[in-house]
């Protein structure tokens, strides 16, 4: 309690006069100034360090201030871009001074008993909080620092405060003033805010004026200026540095009613302390956590074990938190996360909750994978990894310790078991024993060199401490374990030693630094006295030394080693023994060197008794000198020494293992060794010598019996593959160390050991019925070995560079091998020699890279799969032959970047799912039906990085995939809410994995070779059976299949199977091999029907009425002859030919369905939903609602957006819908015809007639196109011929004729009449083209672009044929293997084509020649305009580029030589997304651009500005809701995006991004009851990580950001007064958020396990319904269970009113995903609500919540999939599946159907008048309104 003088408060500077300088001192450069912003005197202190300017108080050190107040505040600004460092020196109750000190110049904390240093974090204007130590930043704030002191002493250093006794602020900062206290005081809460809320009495007050920072008005305090308590109130938890986190107590001086519920507690969000901070604190090992809590963490996660020698197994949900949250202190368990953010300066506030609000939410299990484990590690073969020195006995001499890389291993040496202690993330670098076994000490290697101290007997990890050594190379503990040593290298590569106090640690304590020292000295080996643990000694390059702790301090002294100074020594051993008449320390020590010196120390003494050296035996048999110095040659190099009391073992570089008696006279035993040997140790018992050599050996030396006995043998290097065979039980793996190794599967044991010197094997293969092993080598050899005779069989030369693949069919009789280049070849093997069959070339992906698993073949042997001939596709072939059945194109374009999805590994499912699975790059793996290609579901995401191999166990249970470090064992049906368990153990990428041939065990390699158990339960049927009953309900219709694998003389199949409408996507599907096919136009006069495509067949004269397409054979080189399509005969009238999808035959196709490498292909988004099979359309002019306008625009579609600058005409599309805009007056007209997502639009030049051309309806064969008159907006007619989608279309230049394209999969060009839309000319291509484009000088020519060609096409007529000549003409060689992706006509006989490199060329029309070409851009151009003179390029870069092309015209003569240096760059703009559409004026110089992030931007070339005109969401709308006052509406999506509408003009007014997250939720915060001021307009948004985020419209910027969710926010809602924000999450919980405070006030669970789908308020009478509160709320999730809640909030009340569950049938069908389940409260009976979901019947029910009856049932055609209620009329609206709107009329039911979406109606939402409503399909949203009813 500070003296009554101090009290209130003390203004330290006004108290003693710093400005007269009589009392305080300065030194440097210290002054006195006005600050404009504070209005008052401000003293700067400043220098070129801390140290070089000072203000202290008092003046001289031997005064005190004798300050008792508790809290000191400070009142400064550091200096930006300097440092600063300030020092309080402070007196304990025991009269001991302690400093306390902080500095932005401090790295990390630092403590000792009379000296604390905190770092300072200076946070910037605006920043969150996210800063690093460090100079302060440019945009540094004003802060007020509160400095508890008598907690700090208490938490750090366990004292008791008495006063401050001096102060002093050192450069570079300004300081107002000092002041102490013993009130908190808040700078945010005024005097009338205090006396208001009676804050005194908890004792907190306004800051006193003489202190305050100005506020100017209408601004807030956190705003303007930072607010740092330190610690925080309440906070037990040590924090290591000080950094802004929180404002003061009143969190912004906002008074309430309740002054008490007001008042929040304040934490500070600072890192968790780190394990420095363990010196001072204890804190103890991480306690196991319920799932979905808060997890308190160190700085390296610990893995604990499940059972002895067994790796815990990840639980998927825990590996969702690790990867998801960060890790928490313990503090952050039970509170409500409220992360200071940097969005607009807005500070945001965490406080503790109250325990007398907040409720323990205990999470349970959720159903997973079982058993659990469902791996245990059984063995692991393998040694070392980091180093081969470290292995050691266990006291009982039964057992060695040795490291396997991150995994420590304890080997039983006469039964082989093994256990294992893991936890380390990388290889372990050092072990180390105490003398009885029971504390083992180890540490890894890399920067973070983590220290682990283990209890041995029971394997658990009692202590994680870092090193503070980047890289610590040897330990050595003590004999009682007190004491720990290490001696590593810092970060300068200084040797470094660190002595740590373990004494604590079996006792639950911390271990603590006793002392650390750098030298300059080599230090190879360092061990701790047995009989002191403060000696050590070490020995390294030219020095023996003895170091010692004493005081704190380590200290060294050298051993004179007189004429051996220069030796380098590499290891040391005491003296065994002790005898009693000697002192502990009078030891003999034993150091041996490279040079083959043993030198005998004289411990006590510190000096050298006498020096030996060992040089190898003579010829004749010579014993080694036993005279220092004596002999001549070179030494034997001695690696290692253990000393006995009875003998000295040794190891030596010559691979020997020498025992010698103590005096060195002669050797007694010796093992000879193939490498040299690392290390020695004898056994506690000295019957045993344990020894390790450098090629990863490991064994003992029985000295008795004087055999040698070889525990482990491992690879020197990182394993590449292995093979397992089942009938002798034996596994091979080849390495990086260029050897090819068999192992007994049963004993583990090394069976045979190949060599390849100049050759590194890559690939090996165990044929399955003979002792044959196959193994492929980087030189492109494929070897086959006989094991039973030891002999090589036969070398395959067919490859030329490094096997990629290599495997046998499960039969026997054939061999495959793949190699880098993409060559193919089979082997016959029914011979014991191997023959080859049929070699392919370019076949297999050559940029796929290689891998164990890079062939599959099917468990029935007749299919075979990889990946190739390019990454991007996936070959299924006849394994017997080669012949290629089917081809599946993986890839999935990303509108963002040009990168494509591509193929990783694959493998097949056993024979009867008929499944071929592949892993792709973007951690996908797709399940494929092997015989049509169809995808039937898909994993994802699967590992971190891609998946390097999978496997599937026989009975198709269970998955296996590797990737990263880390093993998943998967559910295959994926039941469960966990589908998959994870399990660590390497420290290297795992290559590969694979069950044993009797699916007991699982193998993994990579660092070394994993066995583990496989603990599945057996199956409850056959596996055939099972497979069967899995594919018939996966597959419908597989049961009848009769379809086989086709025959290599069969026709290959024509069409694509098509998946089911309720099936994923299907992938693209080629069922021929086409590698290189080219296509030749020509035309001739008269053709021959040509039927076998596999025979060679002259080309005769036929009909005249057709043209000829002569295309290159599939399988040959033989011509065949393709008629195209026939054009319709006119017999039927012009309506019905345009109505009715085309009859006639169509010419077969190339089946090139490969997705080309270009953006311009249009994809339609994923869509489960079907059309409705019935649709009430209300009679005409009985609409209730009109479409008033659509916000988006789908940047998803390709040239899809048409302006005709003359006429104004201005059209784009949003999904199925087509909007035609008043650009001046911004009102919309919608053109509703398609059912289907919209690709492309073209206009006519006259403008009067629009195209539009869509995907497949539900039954229909073809695409529609739809021919609308341009003036009254009606479609005249429908087309239909394309068979997937449209690519491009084009019209004529006298309007008369429309071309359109199909996209890659159709690949066909359709010519049409657009007076009568007949179809006058179709044909089919080879290969895929791009776009089409009309010549503006002549209606006959038409151009089109694809690979590496121009097609010029003319048309011509005889009589009422039309037909078409055609004239491919190539790319310059120059540019390669290309894609022309764009191309627009130019002035003069110009034509442009862009490239997917970046590109542009110039084409000569009359000519038919290209003969220029310039880089226009670094990505594919996918857009070309060009008028007059002027060329503007888009590419997938996002620019769009203006070109200056006047000089072309003038280069034609020059031919392909002609200089692109004439064409000039004019100007250049950046947009937000690949550019997809354009349309300019006729100079160019205005337009109009549409990118994929769904933006129209205007453009502007000569003032070179964009605007934008139209946008929406990319991505899926997650939510949509008007402002109270409807002048406003809100969208939120999954691309992270919070956006805010004028509902006047429909533009975006401002939009709130947040990157990696998806905003799942949103909502308007409602009107205040009682306005107080300016009305100011929030938005609270839920997010994928379980954040909410309050955003202010009218400062458009963030108020605050909490995390009261672990999982997903689904669902959120405002109470009614504003005052509270309701959020449910994925998992079930609800929390009640207050936005005042940040505080999470309520956690419900009442729901848990399933997610929130529906939140939503509504007022009530304060007694209605029995209980008090003025407001009911209602809270739904998925599993059709409601709550409703009566809620007094002010009052701290809530009570379950009634819980409502809602019954449905047990199995659904035909339905891919449960509808949700939706509940509302009537707005015309207060006391109903209203019920839509999966159940019994299709049917809205209203339920009286006081009958508590369901009292009325609407049907409904459909599942509901949303559901809004009208505020003012009796209107229901209910969106479906169906792409369906219904607006019902209740009670009558009536009901009107209303289309305009090509998804799923996900949401509606009416505005709070009832006059508009809101729907929103996929990306698109609608704005309807209310006209009538």
């Given at each position: 309690m500070a003296a009554a003088w101090q009290r209130p408060y003390l203004n330290v500077f006004k108290h003693f006069r710093v400005e007269e300088w009589k009392r305080s001192a300065r030194e440097g450069d210290v002054a006195a100034l006005t600050d404009a912003r504070l209005k008052g005197t401000v003293y700067r202190i400043r220098g070129s360090g801390p140290a070089s300017s000072s203000l202290q108080l008092p003046r001289t050190a031997t005064q005190s201030l004798g300050l008792a107040g508790r809290y000191l505040y400070l009142l400064f600004r550091p200096v930006a871009g300097k440092h600063f460092a300030v020092h309080l020196d402070v007196t304990t109750a025991e009269n001991q001074v302690v400093r306390i000190s902080f500095s932005s110049l401090f790295k990390e904390f630092r403590a000792t008993a009379t000296w604390l240093q905190f770092p300072f974090v200076c946070g910037a204007a605006g920043t969150s909080g996210h800063e690093l130590v460090g100079a302060?930043?440019?945009?540094?704030?004003?802060?007020?620092?509160?400095?508890?002191?008598?907690?700090?002493?208490?938490?750090?250093?366990?004292?008791?405060?008495?006063?401050?006794?001096?102060?002093?602020?050192?450069?570079?900062?300004?300081?107002?003033?000092?002041?102490?206290?013993?009130?908190?005081?808040?700078?945010?809460?005024?005097?009338?805010?205090?006396?208001?809320?009676?804050?005194?009495?908890?004792?907190?007050?306004?800051?006193?004026?003489?202190?305050?920072?100005?506020?100017?008005?209408?601004?807030?305090?956190?705003?303007?200026?930072?607010?740092?308590?330190?610690?925080?109130?309440?906070?037990?938890?040590?924090?290591?540095?000080?950094?802004?986190?929180?404002?003061?107590?009143?969190?912004?001086?906002?008074?309430?009613?309740?002054?008490?519920?007001?008042?929040?507690?304040?934490?500070?969000?600072?890192?968790?302390?780190?394990?420095?901070?363990?010196?001072?604190?204890?804190?103890?090992?991480?306690?196991?956590?319920?799932?979905?809590?808060?997890?308190?963490?160190?700085?390296?996660?610990?893995?604990?074990?499940?059972?002895?020698?067994?790796?815990?197994?990840?639980?998927?949900?825990?590996?969702?938190?690790?990867?998801?949250?960060?890790?928490?202190?313990?503090?952050?368990?039970?509170?409500?996360?409220?992360?200071?953010?940097?969005?607009?300066?807005?500070?945001?506030?965490?406080?503790?909750?109250?325990?007398?609000?907040?409720?323990?939410?205990?999470?349970?299990?959720?159903?997973?994978?079982?058993?659990?484990?469902?791996?245990?590690?059984?063995?692991?073969?393998?040694?070392?990894?980091?180093?081969?020195?470290?292995?050691?006995?266990?006291?009982?001499?039964?057992?060695?310790?040795?490291?396997?890389?991150?995994?420590?291993?304890?080997?039983?040496?006469?039964?082989?078991?093994?256990?294992?202690?893991?936890?380390?993330?990388?290889?372990?670098?050092?072990?180390?024993?105490?003398?009885?076994?029971?504390?083992?000490?180890?540490?890894?290697?890399?920067?973070?060199?983590?220290?682990?101290?283990?209890?041995?007997?029971?394997?658990?990890?009692?202590?994680?401490?870092?090193?503070?050594?980047?890289?610590?190379?040897?330990?050595?503990?003590?004999?009682?374990?007190?004491?720990?040593?290490?001696?590593?290298?810092?970060?300068?590569?200084?040797?470094?030693?660190?002595?740590?106090?373990?004494?604590?640690?079996?006792?639950?304590?911390?271990?603590?630094?006793?002392?650390?020292?750098?030298?300059?000295?080599?230090?190879?080996?360092?061990?701790?006295?047995?009989?002191?643990?403060?000696?050590?000694?070490?020995?390294?390059?030219?020095?023996?030394?003895?170091?010692?702790?004493?005081?704190?301090?380590?200290?060294?002294?050298?051993?004179?080693?007189?004429?051996?100074?220069?030796?380098?020594?590499?290891?040391?051993?005491?003296?065994?023994?002790?005898?009693?008449?000697?002192?502990?320390?009078?030891?003999?020590?034993?150091?041996?060197?490279?040079?083959?010196?043993?030198?005998?120390?004289?411990?006590?003494?510190?000096?050298?008794?006498?020096?030996?050296?060992?040089?190898?035996?003579?010829?004749?048999?010579?014993?080694?000198?036993?005279?220092?110095?004596?002999?001549?040659?070179?030494?034997?190099?001695?690696?290692?020494?253990?000393?006995?009391?009875?003998?000295?073992?040794?190891?030596?570089?010559?691979?020997?293992?020498?025992?010698?008696?103590?005096?060195?006279?002669?050797?007694?035993?010796?093992?000879?060794?193939e490498a040299p040997v690392s290390s020695v140790c004898i056994s506690p018992d000295s019957r045993k010598v344990l020894c390790t050599t450098a090629a990863g050996n490991l064994g003992y030396l029985d000295i008795q019996s004087r055999d040698y006995n070889t525990l482990m043998r491992s690879h020197e290097h990182s394993i590449l593959a292995f093979s397992v065979e089942g009938i002798w039980k034996q596994m091979a793996t080849v390495s990086r160390d260029n050897t090819i190794r068999v192992w007994d599967l049963v004993s583990m044991q090394q069976l045979y050991d190949f060599t390849a010197a100049d050759e590194m094997p890559c690939a090996v293969a165990f044929h399955p019925t003979q002792q044959i092993l196959a193994c492929g080598f980087d030189s492109g050899m494929v070897r086959t070995f006989s094991l039973a005779a030891s002999d090589l069989l036969a070398e395959h030369k067919q490859h030329r560079t490094v096997i990629t693949g290599l495997t046998f069919s499960p039969d026997g009789k054939f061999m495959f091998s793949s190699c880098l280049q993409g060559t193919l070849a089979l082997y016959g093997c029914m011979a014991q020699k191997s023959h080859v069959l049929r070699v392919l070339g370019n076949v297999v992906a050559r940029d796929a890279g290689s891998g164990p698993d890079a062939l599959a073949v099917s468990g029935d042997s007749r299919l075979l799969a990889f990946v190739g001939h390019s990454k991007y596709i996936v070959t299924v072939m006849e394994a017997c032959s080669l012949d290629e059945l089917l081809r599946v194109d993986i890839s999935i374009l990303d509108l963002n970047s040009a990168a494509l999805d591509f193929a990783v590994r694959v493998c097949f499912a056993p024979v009867p799912r008929g499944e071929l699975l592949v892993s792709t790059s973007s951690n996908k793996i797709l399940v494929l039906d092997a015989k049509t290609g169809r995808l039937v579901r898909e994993v994802s995401p699967v590992h971190k990085l891609s998946c390097s191999s999978l496997a599937l166990s026989e009975d198709g249970r269970y998955l296996l995939t590797a990737g990263d470090k880390v093993i998943k064992v998967w559910d295959y049906q994926m039941r469960f809410d966990i589908n998959f368990q994870v399990y660590i153990g390497h420290s290297e990428p795992v290559r590969q994995v694979a069950f044993t041939p009797d699916q007991q065990h699982v193998i993994s390699v990579g660092d070394a070779i994993f066995l583990w158990d496989f603990l599945a339960l057996p199956a409850e049927r056959s596996p055939l059976a099972r497979a069967c009953s899995s594919k018939s309900t996966l597959l419908p219709g597989a049961e009848g299949s009769s379809e086989k694998v086709k025959d290599a003389s069969e026709t290959p199949r024509q069409t694509v199977p098509l998946p089911l409408l309720s099936s994923p996507p299907c992938l693209d599907v080629s069922s021929v091999h086409q590698t290189g096919c080219q296509s030749i136009f020509s035309e001739s006069d008269k053709e021959q029907e040509a039927d076998l495509p596999g025979r060679s067949r002259m080309v005769m004269n036929g009909d005249k009425d057709a043209s000829l397409l002569v295309v290159g054979s599939v399988r040959s080189k033989e011509l065949i002859v393709v008629r195209p399509k026939a054009r319709q005969e006119s017999s039927t009238s012009p309506e019905e030919s345009a109505n009715e999808p085309r009859k006639e035959t169509r010419s077969p196709k190339s089946q090139c369905s490969v997705r080309p490498d270009s953006y311009r292909h249009f994809t339609p988004h994923f869509k489960a939903s079907v059309l409705p099979?019935?649709?009430?359309?209300?009679?005409?002019?009985?609409?209730?609602?009109?479409?008033?306008?659509?916000?988006?625009?789908?940047?998803?579609?390709?040239?899809?957006?048409?302006?005709?600058?003359?006429?104004?005409?201005?059209?784009?599309?949003?999904?199925?819908?087509?909007?035609?805009?008043?650009?001046?007056?911004?009102?919309?007209?919608?053109?509703?015809?398609?059912?289907?997502?919209?690709?492309?639009?073209?206009?006519?030049?006259?403008?009067?007639?629009?195209?539009?051309?869509?995907?497949?309806?539900?039954?229909?064969?073809?695409?529609?196109?739809?021919?609308?008159?341009?003036?009254?907006?009606?479609?005249?007619?429908?087309?239909?011929?394309?068979?997937?989608?449209?690519?491009?279309?084009?019209?004529?230049?006298?309007?008369?004729?429309?071309?359109?394209?199909?996209?890659?999969?159709?690949?066909?060009?359709?010519?049409?009449?657009?007076?009568?839309?007949?179809?006058?000319?179709?044909?089919?291509?080879?290969?895929?083209?791009?776009?089409?484009?009309?010549?503006?000088?002549?209606?006959?020519?038409?151009?089109?672009?694809?690979?590496?060609?121009?097609?010029?096409?003319?048309?011509?007529?005889?009589?009422?044929?039309?037909?078409?000549?055609?004239?491919?003409?190539?790319?310059?060689?120059?540019?390669?293997?290309?894609?022309?992706?764009?191309?627009?006509?130019?002035?003069?006989?110009?034509?442009?084509?862009?490239?997917?490199?970046?590109?542009?060329?110039?084409?000569?029309?009359?000519?038919?020649?290209?003969?220029?070409?310039?880089?226009?851009?670094?990505?594919?151009?996918?857009?070309?305009?060009?008028?007059?003179?002027?060329?503007?390029?888009?590419?997938?870069?996002?620019?769009?580029?203006?070109?200056?092309?006047?000089?072309?015209?003038?280069?034609?003569?020059?031919?392909?030589?002609?200089?692109?240096?004439?064409?000039?760059?004019?100007?250049?703009?950046?947009?937000?997304?690949?550019?997809?559409?354009?349309?300019?004026?006729?100079?160019?110089?205005?337009?109009?651009?549409?990118?994929?992030?769904?933006?129209?931007?205007?453009?502007?070339?000569?003032?070179s500005t964009s605007i934008r005109l139209i946008s929406g969401h990319k991505n899926k709308v997650t939510e949509v809701c008007f402002s109270p006052d409807e002048t406003h509406c809100a969208t939120c999506g999954e691309d992270g995006s919070v956006r805010i509408w004028s509902q006047g003009s429909m533009e975006l007014v401002v939009q709130f991004q947040v990157l990696n997250q998806s905003c799942q939720c949103l909502a308007w915060k409602p009107r205040p009851i009682i306005m107080w001021g300016a009305e100011r307009q929030h938005v609270v948004a839920g997010y994928s990580d379980g954040t909410i985020r309050v955003f202010s419209i009218s400062r458009t910027e963030m108020e605050l950001k909490m995390h009261p969710h672990a999982a997903a926010v689904t669902a959120i809602a405002y109470s009614t007064d504003g005052e509270m924000i309701l959020s449910g999450d994925k998992d079930g919980l609800v929390a009640v958020s207050s936005p005042r405070t940040g505080m999470t006030i309520r956690i419900l669970a009442d729901h848990k396990g399933s997610p929130i789908t529906v939140l939503q308020c509504t007022r009530k009478q304060y007694r209605d319904f029995g209980v008090e509160g003025g407001e009911l709320w209602l809270a739904t999730s998925s599993d059709r269970r409601v709550s409703v809640w009566a809620s007094d909030w002010l009052k701290d009340k809530c009570e379950l009113l009634d819980w409502l569950s809602f019954s449905a049938l047990a199995g659904p069908e035909g339905l891919i995903s449960l509808p949700p389940s939706l509940a509302a409260f009537c707005p015309w009976e207060p006391s109903t609500l209203v019920y839509v979901g999966f159940g019994m019947q299709k049917e809205a029910l209203f339920y009286s919540l006081r009958k508590k009856q369901v009292v009325e049932k609407i049907a409904l055609p459909y599942f509901a999939t949303s559901l809004s209620l009208s505020p003012a009329a009796r209107f229901m609206a209910v969106g479906f599946g169906e792409r369906l709107l219904r607006l019902l009329r209740c009670p009558a039911g009536e009901a009107q159907d209303y289309a305009g979406h090509d998804d799923a109606v996900h949401l509606c939402r009416f505005a709070p008048s009832g006059r508009r409503l809101l729907t929103a399909s996929h990306s698109a949203v609608l704005v309807w309104e209310l006209t009538g009813g």
């Open positions: 302060a930043p440019a945009e540094v704030r004003w802060t007020c620092l509160v400095l508890d002191l008598p907690t700090i002493l208490s938490l750090y250093l366990s004292r008791r405060y008495s006063h401050l006794r001096s102060v002093k602020l050192c450069s570079n900062l300004l300081v107002k003033n000092l002041c102490t206290s013993d009130l908190v005081f808040d700078p945010a809460v005024t005097f009338s805010e205090a006396r208001q809320a009676d804050l005194a009495r908890r004792g907190v007050a306004p800051m006193p004026r003489e202190m305050a920072f100005p506020v100017p008005k209408g601004e807030y305090w956190h705003d303007l200026y930072h607010y740092i308590r330190f610690p925080a109130e309440g906070s037990k938890l040590l924090h290591d540095s000080i950094q802004k986190s929180c404002p003061g107590p009143a969190a912004g001086g906002q008074a309430s009613e309740d002054p008490i519920r007001q008042l929040p507690q304040p934490v500070t969000l600072t890192k968790a302390v780190r394990d420095r901070l363990s010196l001072i604190h204890q804190i103890t090992s991480p306690k196991a956590m319920p799932h979905r809590r808060p997890v308190t963490a160190k700085s390296i996660p610990e893995v604990h074990l499940t059972a002895p020698g067994t790796p815990r197994a990840v639980p998927a949900a825990d590996k969702e938190l690790e990867r998801n949250q960060r890790p928490r202190s313990a503090g952050d368990a039970g509170q409500s996360r409220s992360l200071a953010v940097g969005d607009g300066g807005i500070h945001v506030y965490a406080h503790q909750m109250s325990e007398r609000t907040i409720r323990a939410v205990h999470a349970g299990s959720e159903e997973g994978l079982l058993p659990d484990p469902i791996l245990k590690l059984r063995m692991i073969i393998g040694f070392g990894g980091c180093s081969t020195k470290w292995a050691l006995w266990t006291h009982d001499n039964a057992a060695v310790v040795y490291p396997c890389h991150a995994v420590i291993v304890t080997l039983q040496i006469q039964t082989g078991e093994q256990r294992f202690f893991t936890g380390h993330t990388d290889k372990v670098s050092a072990l180390a024993f105490n003398g009885n076994s029971t504390l083992l000490a180890s540490v890894q290697a890399g920067p973070l060199s983590v220290v682990r101290l283990w209890d041995f007997p029971t394997g658990t990890c009692l202590s994680v401490f870092k090193s503070h050594v980047r890289s610590l190379l040897s330990l050595s503990f003590s004999y009682s374990g007190a004491v720990l040593c290490g001696v590593g290298k810092d970060r300068h590569s200084k040797t470094m030693v660190v002595v740590w106090n373990a004494a604590q640690v079996t006792r639950g304590g911390e271990v603590a630094v006793l002392a650390k020292a750098h030298t300059d000295v080599d230090i190879q080996a360092l061990k701790i006295a047995f009989f002191d643990d403060t000696r050590m000694v070490s020995c390294g390059r030219d020095n023996v030394r003895l170091w010692r702790v004493r005081s704190g301090a380590l200290r060294s002294c050298a051993v004179s080693l007189g004429e051996y100074h220069s030796l380098e020594f590499t290891d040391l051993a005491f003296e065994e023994g002790h005898a009693a008449e000697r002192e502990p320390e009078d030891r003999t020590l034993f150091v041996c060197s490279k040079s083959g010196h043993v030198l005998e120390v004289d411990y006590k003494n510190v000096c050298m008794r006498s020096a030996r050296r060992l040089l190898p035996a003579q010829p004749q048999g010579c014993q080694p000198h036993d005279k220092a110095g004596g002999g001549t040659g070179p030494g034997i190099a001695i690696n290692s020494i253990s000393i006995s009391s009875t003998f000295c073992a040794m190891g030596s570089e010559d691979g020997y293992l020498r025992l010698w008696p103590l005096d060195f006279s002669a050797v007694v035993l010796e093992a000879e060794h099979q019935s649709f009430l359309s209300p009679p005409a002019g009985s609409e209730i609602l009109r479409l008033k306008a659509v916000i988006g625009y789908n940047g998803n579609g390709r040239g899809n957006m048409v302006w005709n600058p003359d006429t104004g005409f201005f059209a784009y599309t949003c999904g199925c819908v087509i909007v035609v805009e008043d650009l001046h007056s911004g009102s919309q007209n919608h053109w509703l015809g398609h059912a289907e997502e919209i690709s492309t639009l073209a206009v006519s030049h006259d403008a009067q007639v629009l195209a539009s051309a869509s995907g497949k309806r539900n039954g229909d064969s073809h695409c529609q196109i739809c021919i609308w008159n341009v003036q009254d907006g009606v479609c005249t007619a429908s087309l239909f011929h394309h068979e997937t989608q449209v690519q491009a279309m084009a019209f004529s230049r006298d309007d008369r004729f429309l071309v359109t394209l199909g996209d890659y999969s159709d690949q066909t060009v359709a010519l049409w009449n657009t007076y009568t839309h007949e179809l006058m000319f179709s044909t089919c291509v080879l290969e895929p083209v791009h776009d089409v484009a009309f010549s503006p000088l002549c209606h006959r020519e038409l151009a089109c672009v694809g690979r590496g060609t121009v097609m010029f096409w003319l048309l011509e007529h005889q009589g009422a044929d039309v037909s078409l000549k055609v004239h491919r003409a190539p790319a310059l060689d120059v540019l390669g293997p290309v894609e022309l992706t764009s191309l627009c006509y130019g002035a003069d006989n110009l034509l442009y084509s862009g490239t997917n490199s970046g590109q542009i060329c110039v084409w000569d029309t009359e000519t038919n020649g290209c003969f220029m070409t310039w880089e226009a851009d670094e990505g594919e151009i996918g857009v070309l305009v060009c008028r007059r003179n002027r060329l503007m390029s888009g590419s997938n870069t996002k620019r769009i580029r203006l070109w200056a092309v006047a000089a072309v015209r003038d280069l034609r003569l020059r031919g392909p030589d002609a200089s692109s240096s004439s064409v000039l760059l004019e100007h250049e703009i950046t947009l937000d997304g690949t550019i997809v559409s354009a349309a300019f004026d006729d100079s160019l110089e205005m337009g109009i651009v549409g990118t994929t992030a769904g933006t129209l931007w205007y453009i502007n070339w000569m003032e």
